[in-house]
């Protein structure tokens, strides 16, 4: 299922509007307008709020340094308490399409170009309700992901679950291609 592009791109935004609010005001803007959808303008929003505060956050690529490249959120994982019930609760009320339901566990709801990833919390490692991690997908991920790997090395982050590592307020996030 491919992900939908954003409705902002490079060269979207003139170099004038170079802060988080510049941005976002320019995307309420085309909201306004007519030029995008409620469900764009969210997205959008989203995706340049995160991007923003990511970059913000992250310390400049040294000379030898990259940056890994998020260009989708790929899924949210959702820990609850009877994956059946939230499953049917989605689905039942929002539409979302049901994938991948192990019909033990887990399942995946599809809505749009997202993914809604609901697990048992019972079968998790903290066994905790709530959102467990949000997965990004990175650009070019399965030719550079040695790069990649190695990047996060020289930064001296530790991957804590395979291409998952904690975020400067122990959040989970998960990295990698478009298949995770």
Known sequence: MPNREPSWHAGYFQEEDST???IVAKLV???ERGKLTRRQLIQD????VTAGSALSAAPAPGAEGTVLQAIYINHVSYQVADYTKTRDFYAGLFGMKVAEDDGKTQCRLLFGDNILA???ASTRPDKKIGVDHIAYT????DAEKDANLAEITRR????TQG???LDPDGLRVQFGGYKQ
Not at 138 to 141: K, P, R
Not at 156 to 159: D, Q, T
């Open 20 to 22: 988080v609010e510049q």
């Open 118 to 120: 609901v697990r048992n």
């Open 156 to 159: 001296g982050l530790k991957l």
């Open 138 to 141: 990175i650009a070019n991920w």
């Open 45 to 48: 929003l989203t995706l340049a």
């Open 163 to 165: 291409t998952s590592m």
């Open 29 to 31: 803007s085309e909201f």
